[in-house]
């Protein structure tokens, strides 16, 4: 039998959209296959950027120059970029002064398959990530593969992909929210890891979401306590 709280999380399932970033689970086979919500595709000639608040994708600028995104980009939901991923950041570099960078943990998928927009979610399967540094902020870019990719899907290792491939995300997120006149960012990606790192930086950032923002499992029992409060 259900218990009263699964029947109210089936209830608002059908009554409401999840929002990407909360309301949708990370997948019980995590970190080894991970959700993850697509905002903008390699066609888009417009920046996409989860809205926090609406949960709803809205424009965060025109693309600056010609280099588009080389996969489908996004994030994984419930996760967060906090103290722990940038205690991993300071530790693996010998930096000091990281902080996280207070958005979800960010993620590219390669697949073979083009999408038309975002807006969507895959499974992915986590092979590796590149660790970079924006000014004084962890902000590390999972890389996936799309779960049953025929060209893509078989890989494991970072080291496995096409050097071209990650050669070309290196140099979008390196150069891609930098305009001429300028002064330069002090954006590097400091390593290249694989798998098993990956793993260890995902995990930190479902801990890092939970000190935030509390247990997800935990919410319908808090939704009804508030509602029985408001009697």
């Known amino acids: ?23 949708v689970p990370i997948g019980q086979d995590a970190p080894a296959v991970v959700n993850a919500f697509i905002e903008i595709v ?22 600056r120059f010609s280099s588009m995104c080389p996969t489908p980009y996004g994030f994984v939901p419930q996760t967060y970029c906090g103290d722990l991923v940038a205690a991993r950041c300071q530790n693996r570099m ?3 002064a990281i902080r996280g960078d207070g958005d979800p943990l960010d993620i590219c998928v ?31 870019k999972i890389i996936a593969v799309l779960e049953s990719d025929v060209t893509y899907g078989h890989l494991r290792e970072i080291a496995d992909a096409p050097s071209g491939l990650i050669d070309r995300l290196r140099h979008y997120f390196l150069s891609y929210k930098q305009l001429p006149q300028e002064e330069l960012r002090r954006v590097e990606i400091a390593e290249i890891y ?7 930086v995902i995990r930190r950032s479902v801990e890092d979401y939970r000190a935030q923002y509390g247990r997800p499992e935990e919410r319908i029992a808090e939704l009804c306590r508030l509602l029985k409060v408001s009697e």
């Open 94 to 96: 010998k930096r000091e």
């Open 110 to 140: 390669l697949t073979e398959r083009p999408a038309s927009h975002g807006d969507f979610f895959v499974r992915a399967l986590p092979i590796g990530g590149l660790r970079m540094i924006d000014g004084d902020e962890a902000d590390d």
């Open 42 to 63: 390699p066609t888009d000639a417009v920046k996409y950027e989860l809205d926090k608040p609406s949960g709803r994708l809205r424009v965060d600028r025109p693309q």
């Open 194 to 200: 694989g798998r098993e790192e990956a793993s260890e």
């Open 1 to 23: 039998m259900p218990t009263n709280d699964e029947t109210l999380h089936e209830l608002l399932a059908k009554l409401f959209q999840a929002h990407p970033w909360h309301g």
